[in-house]
C-alpha cells in the first residue's frame, strides 16, 4: 500500500562533496557520511572544489572559510551561475555571526547552515531528508 510517497533511495548512490581546509574537520565529516552509507569526494579549496563540481555531486557539505583565491562565499557566489542543476549545499562554518554569513543564510541553494562544532544528526538528517535517502541501518 503506498501512501504517495516517493521510495527513498540507497545513499550509496550518492556521492557528497565535502569542502574544508582543515584536515582534522575534513576527516571526522568524510567519516560520519560515509558512515551513513554515502559516497564522499574531498576538497580543500575552494579551487578545487569547483574543479570537482564540474561532475554531477548529490549534496556539498562547504566551509565558509578556505584558504586561497576561492572562500566558501566565492564558492556559493559562482554556484549561483552554474550550468546544469545545482547540488543543494550545507554550510558548516566556526563564524557564524557575521554580516556575511546572513547572506548565506539567505543563498537559494543553502538547504541548511551549521555552527562549528557541528551537530552530527543534523547533518545527517538534513543530507537524507534533501536527497530522499535513508541511513543505512547500525550494525
Not at 547572506?103 to 541553494?109: E, L, T
Request: proline share 9%; charged share 25%.
Amino acid at each position: 500500500m503506498t501512501e504517495g510517497h516517493a521510495p527513498h533511495e540507497d545513499p550509496q548512490t550518492k556521492e557528497i562533496l565535502i569542502v574544508d581546509d582543515d584536515e582534522a574537520m575534513l576527516n571526522l565529516l568524510h567519516i560520519l557520511v560515509r558512515r551513513d552509507g554515502f559516497r564522499t569526494d574531498l576538497a580543500a579549496t575552494g579551487d578545487d572544489a569547483l574543479e570537482k563540481l564540474k561532475r554531477p555531486h548529490a549534496a556539498v557539505i562547504l566551509d565558509l572559510m578556505l584558504p586561497g583565491t576561492t572562500s566558501g562565499f566565492d564558492v556559493l557566489v559562482r554556484l549561483r551561475s552554474f550550468p546544469g542543476p545545482v547540488p543543494p549545499v550545507v554550510v558548516v562554518t566556526a563564524h557564524a555571526q557575521s554580516k556575511e554569513v546572513q547572506d548565506v543564510m539567505a543563498d537559494p541553494n543553502v538547504v541548511l547552515f551549521l555552527s562549528k562544532p557541528i551537530n552530527q544528526e543534523k547533518l545527517l538528517g538534513a543530507l537524507h531528508k534533501v536527497l530522499k535517502t535513508r541511513p543505512r541501518p547500525k550494525k
